[in-house]
């Protein structure tokens, strides 16, 4: 079965840097394209990045464009969100989540959600 | 960006009952919307993909309508496990993908 496991989450203070990490199982991780999607504490679903099968193409929300970098290893079958200049609004549980689509065509709706890790942002 | 908005905020409705969720883009989607179940502490499941088209494992109680800007999902008969956040996600114009905001289903 698919699984999907975060990690990394924490309490870091402002400007500073957090790496995540979301560990796959259950599925051929090089072949569909993932996604980060957070929820601040008490509030909605906000998409943060995408990343194609073959680490090739990435996108992100406008908020943390040029903070975050999204990327992958496919033979260790891990997505990663290395977040720098961290700020207090980036606090929330950061899901992975996998794409419905697989190689060539992603769907771009998410079809498997890990459990989530818990980023505070806090002096 | 497309926003996505729900209404309404809060759904009280009782078991057995029919519950109607509303779901409106800023700019057509098309038929490239999907609606998700959240449960609190538990992660978002998928419900219903491009509008109408249940996901594997959902039972056939939940159904979804609409294309372009006006979306509705439906719980035919509310079961006690249904009682959670119910979200919708454009997957038409992007980045970003947006969600609504949410309506909450609880117990009358």
């Known amino acids: 079965q698919v699984q999907l496991v975060e990690s990394g989450g924490g309490v870091v203070q402002p400007g500073r840097s957090l790496r995540l990490s979301c560990a796959a199982s259950?599925?051929?991780?090089?072949?569909?394209?993932m996604h980060w999607v957070r929820q601040a504490p008490g509030k909605g679903l906000e998409w943060v990045a995408i990343?194609?099968?073959?680490?090739?193409?990435?996108y992100y929300v406008d908020s943390v464009k040029g903070r975050f970098t999204i990327s992958r290893d496919n033979s260790k079958n891990t997505l990663y969100l290395q977040m720098n200049s961290l700020r207090a609004e980036d606090t929330a549980v950061y899901y992975c989540?996998?794409?419905?689509?697989?190689?060539?065509?992603?769907?771009?709706?998410?079809?498997?959600w890990g459990q989530g890790t818990l980023v505070t942002v806090a002096s | 960006e497309t926003v996505m908005t729900q209404s309404p905020a809060t759904l009280s409705v009782s078991p057995g009952e029919r519950a109607t969720l509303s779901c409106r883009a800023s700019?057509?989607?098309?038929?490239?919307l999907a609606w998700y179940q959240q449960k609190p502490g538990q992660a978002p499941r998928l419900l219903i993909y491009g509008a109408s088209t249940r996901a594997t494992g959902i039972p056939g109680r939940f159904s979804g309508s609409g294309s372009g800007t006006e979306f509705t999902f439906t719980i035919s008969s509310l079961q006690s496990e249904d009682f959670a956040v119910y979200y919708c996600?454009?997957?038409?114009?992007?980045?970003?993908?947006?969600f609504g905001p949410g309506t909450k289903v609880d117990i009358k």
């Open positions: 700019q057509s989607v098309s038929s490239n």
């Open positions: 259950g599925f051929t991780f090089s072949s569909y394209g």
């Open positions: 996600q454009q997957y038409n114009n992007w980045p970003p993908f947006t």
């Open positions: 990343l194609s099968y073959d680490g090739s193409n990435r």
């Open positions: 989540a996998k794409d419905a689509g697989g190689w060539p065509t992603n769907l771009y709706y998410f079809d498997y």
